[in-house]
């Protein structure tokens, strides 16, 4: 039988338990969750997501090579209606094992710009066929200036691009660096339960 419910996969690219993005990303859980939706949280640091070597074999449109836990990963980002990306900032970036996670996409690039068998190649035959897809990309940093979140931004952008994820909304959290002070801005854990939920109920 199929499964109706609505499937939501939030991201959690902090390898730090307990910290910041993980209190958001369990935040969000905890007032979203049960028993309306499907919920589906990866841990990326806890997985073995090796970086893209560059070897090109996927040029041909075959699947990616190297044998880990990309598979699993891509399976639920597949079946998603929504997916959120929460991570911390590093070095005015993302982490290393969330970009190895983008830069594997590079056999979802071939297809959609090489061989051009994406289907948003044809909106409308999308539409019709394929679920749209929501991305939200929820950063927390240490900082406070809103410039180092637009490096972040642009990767995300560019790998919800890639897999057809519309870029739905997005959320800079400043002013976070030790572990659990993103509990003292309460109204920005509310603001992003909202915008996850706001996403799951649009259609
Ligand atoms: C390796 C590393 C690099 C970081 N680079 C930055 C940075 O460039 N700018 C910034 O504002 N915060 C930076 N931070 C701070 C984290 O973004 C901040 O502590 C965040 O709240 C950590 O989230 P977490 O508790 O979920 O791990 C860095 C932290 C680490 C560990």
Redesign the pocket.
């Known amino acids: 039988m199929q499964n109706s419910k609505k499937q939501l996969v939030l991201i959690c690219a ?3 338990t307990k ?4 209190i958001i990303v369990d935040s969000i859980i905890h007032n979203i969750s049960m028993p309306v939706y499907n919920v589906n949280k990866i841990n990326i640091a806890q997985l073995n997501i090796k970086p893209c070597t560059g070897c090109g074999k996927c040029s041909n449109g075959s699947k990616c090579v190297i044998e880990d836990d990309l598979d699993q990963i891509n399976k639920s980002l597949e079946k998603a209606d929504v997916i959120a990306i929460a991570s ?5 970036s993302i982490p290393a094992q969330l970009k190895a996670l983008v830069d594997r996409s590079q056999p979802q690039w071939v297809q959609k710009y090489v061989l051009c068998k994406s289907p948003i190649a044809n909106r409308e035959a999308q539409i019709a066929k394929r679920k749209i897809q929501k991305g939200i990309f929820i950063l ?4 406070d200036n809103q410039k ?1 979140f637009e490096c972040s931004k642009s990767i995300i952008k560019s790998f919800f691009n890639v897999r057809d994820i519309d870029y739905y909304k997005d959320m800079f959290i400043p002013e ?2 030790e ?1 659990g ?2 509990l003292k801005h309460k109204e920005l854990l509310v603001k992003a339960i909202e915008i996850v939920s706001e996403a799951i109920n649009s259609d």
């Open positions: 902090s390898a730090r910290g910041n993005t993980e911390p900032l590093y070095f005015c927390c940093a240490a900082s180092y976070v660096d572990k002070d993103v």
